[in-house]
């Protein structure tokens, strides 16, 4: 069992840039691939970016390729979204993710953290 919550949401001009936290529970957190999701009002939740256990693999979304990163720090059980360059289309509750297995993948994510807001202004 794993318990993700998330953090360092906000308002931010178009533009700017955030970084949101995920801190994660338990201490098998290096066991987990991890991801970042994000719903827009009245929109599905769709992939952003996700990260293999060791931090060696990571994947994004094209939309974001380029703009955003994906990191993590197992020794604090702690995983990172960099925001940069953002755009009002970004306004959306980022959902931080687990996976059980090491390797990176857009699908499969078995616990999900309750989501941080988001919001560009143009």
């Known amino acids: 069992q794993v318990q993700l919550v998330e953090s360092g949401g906000g308002l931010v001009q178009a533009g700017g840039s955030l970084r949101l936290s995920c801190a994660a529970s338990?201490?098998?957190?290096?066991?987990?691939?991890m991801g970042w999701f994000r719903q827009a009002p009245g929109r599905e939740r769709e992939f952003v970016a996700a990260?293999?256990?060791?931090?060696?693999?990571?994947v994004y979304a094209d939309s974001v390729k380029g703009r955003f990163t994906i990191s993590r720090d197992n020794a604090k059980n702690t995983v990172y979204l960099q925001m940069n360059s953002l755009k009002p289309e970004d306004t959306a509750v980022y959902y931080c993710?687990?996976?059980?297995?090491?390797?990176?993948?857009?699908?499969?994510?078995?616990?999900w953290g309750q989501g941080t807001q988001v919001t560009v202004s143009s």
């Open positions: 993710a687990a996976r059980q297995g090491l390797w990176v993948s857009k699908t499969g994510y078995d616990y």
């Open positions: 338990g201490r098998t957190f290096s066991s987990y691939a």
């Open positions: 990260i293999s256990w060791s931090g060696g693999s990571t």
